[in-house]
């Protein structure tokens, strides 16, 4: 009876684990909690995937993300503040360390709430900029809804991308042509060029721009942004994989925007696709989709052609120069609810450094076999003519997806006394063998010559 209830008890704790890589533990920064019922569907979603939801005003003095030194949650979601600051437990330098213990953040903004400072400060640390007019707003007169919009024009309706870029694996393309999304009172975002960790996930439309609603003027003569320079919703992964998103709107998540109604002007009335790109968008931020990770790691000797040596002879410490090599590394892709073969899209292949201090050989890694829940990776090749120690390393850093580092360390012998070839198997040392010959020949002929010839015979002396 034990037994069988405590099969029962992990059986309901895996059912209300979080489909996250990363733990269940959600943390909402949500300064007046009565708000929440906004959010009802978004936060509703969330728990019906296993999140375990803690919500906390800023201000609150139990608010911690860290205790005993350790993360107290796995993500963050902060919800815009009418507060000009977060308080002691939320300065840039904590959110910081935050990421750098590999949490994760989702930050939403909102054009009617200010961004406080420290939130500001840590945008600029991710080289993420605001616009300085902290009532600035996204607008666009072409593509707005003109149901909830028709003269302010600041509820842009955006295509919901159906691809990131050429060649990147999309995990926020509609399956449905035509869908928009509604961006409601956003802000706008401009992004470093020295950064390689940035990815905007969705653009503002070629006609928009940002100004501040409260300037009374007929025209913008200088605006902070406009078209495709400003980015409506940013992602950020840092180097350990922490994800980060900057969401500039955070009536998106609210129970109105999700299938609601929107027409663009003299168009057709539509659902908006804000209810699937915030399942994908947070799904991605918190490690539902896109996470990599490393099965296992063959190398062999492979100087016959062999492909699946014994288990013994697999992963030895020690190779000689020029050996044969064959090199495979198996990977699994985190997927929602379960681990898939990681297949890398186009142009993206998986490449191995044989390095020591620098490479001495880069290869594309070709996919070889396909297990139930992963994907094998090969290659084989000749070791340089050069001994020391040496690193298998595979460095795989797209966006989108977690970064794979793994290295594997070897050594790399010179031929031994006996594993040289012989003298008379190099054809250019044949003259030189021959050389040798002849000498030797050439001597023992005039030894012979000298011992057995008779020393010429002797004159008589003439007498006096």
């Known amino acids: 009876m034990r037994v069988l209830l405590s099969f029962l008890i992990l059986g309901l704790l895996g059912i209300a684990s979080a489909l996250s890589t990363s733990g269940n533990r959600l943390l909402v920064v949500l300064e007046e909690l009565a708000e929440k019922e906004k959010y009802s569907k978004f936060f509703g979603d969330l728990k019906g995937r296993g999140f375990d939801i803690t919500f906390e005003s800023p201000k609150s003095d139990s608010l911690a993300l860290f205790e005993l030194g350790e993360r107290a949650y796995d993500h963050l979601l902060i919800l815009p503040s009418k507060s000009k600051g977060l308080g002691p437990n939320l300065t840039p330098q904590t959110l910081l360390k935050f990421i750098n213990t590999e949490g994760n953040i989702l930050l939403t903004l909102s054009s ?44 842009v309706l955006v295509p919901r991308p159906s691809a990131v870029r050429p060649g990147v694996r999309n995990f926020f393309g509609g399956i449905l042509k035509n869908e928009v999304i509604a961006f409601p009172h956003g802000v706008g975002q401009t992004l470093g060029n020295d950064s390689p960790y940035l990815t905007p996930v969705l653009r503002a439309p070629g006609t928009a721009y940002s100004y501040n609603p409260k300037e009374e003027v007929e025209a913008v003569e200088d605006p902070f942004a406009v078209g495709q320079q400003l980015s409506l919703v940013t992602t950020m992964q840092a180097r350990n994989s922490a994800r980060f998103t900057v969401l500039g709107a955070a009536e ?69 120069v020029k050996n044969t090599v064959t090199y495979s590394i198996e990977l699994s892709e985190w997927s929602w609810k379960e681990y898939v073969p ?123």
């Open 112 to 155: 009617s709430n200010p961004t406080p400072s420290a939130l500001v400060s840590l945008l600029l640390e991710l080289d993420i900029h605001l616009p300085t007019d902290r009532n600035s707003i996204v607008v666009d007169h072409f593509n707005y809804d003109s149901l909830s919009a028709p003269e302010s024009h600041d509820v």
């Open 252 to 320: 998106m998540l609210e129970d109105k925007w999700f299938k609601g109604k929107v027409q663009v002007a003299g168009g057709k009335v539509a659902a908006a696709a804000n209810e699937a790109f915030a399942k994908e968008i947070s799904g991605w931020t918190f490690n539902e989709v896109g996470v990599l990770k490393v099965e296992s790691v063959t190398h062999f000797l492979n100087e016959e052609g062999l492909k699946t040596p014994n288990a013994s002879l697999t992963n030895p410490k020690i190779y000689r």
């Open 342 to 464: 990681f297949v890398p899209a186009t142009g993206d292949d998986v490449q191995l450094e044989f390095s020591m201090l620098s490479p001495f050989h880069r290869l594309n890694l070709e996919r070889t076999q396909t297990n139930p829940s992963s994907s094998v990776f090969t290659t084989t090749f000749k070791l340089p003519d050069q001994h020391g120690i040496f690193n298998f390393l595979v460095e795989f850093r797209r966006p989108f997806l977690s970064n794979i580092e793994d290295k594997t360390t070897v050594t790399v012998r010179h031929f031994a006394h006996d594993e040289w070839p012989r003298s008379w198997v190099i054809s250019a040392a044949w003259p030189w063998i021959s050389g040798v010959a002849v000498t030797v020949v050439g001597w023992i002929i005039f030894v012979g010559l000298w011992l057995y010839s008779a020393p010429p015979a002797a004159k008589g002396k003439k007498a006096q």
